[in-house]
């Protein structure tokens, strides 16, 4: 299993919540994944998405 680096230890072209000086917040008003989406609790996927007729 591989390591896993937080994100605001990152560089900021590598995560949203990288950079700045020392330890600082993240600076955006919710956490974002390494992707830019929005992480912890919100929907990511679409409400009418194609392929909802295959989910039970």
Sequence with gaps: VR???RGVA???HS???GGG???SGIG???P???WGKP???QKTR???KYSDKYII
């Design 39 to 41: 992480a912890r609790g």
């Design 3 to 5: 390591p896993t680096v």
């Design 32 to 34: 974002k994944s390494p």
């Design 15 to 17: 995560h949203p919540h």
């Design 28 to 30: 955006m008003p919710s």
């Design 46 to 48: 679409r409400s009418r």
């Design 21 to 23: 000086e020392g330890r």
């Design 10 to 12: 990152q560089d900021p």
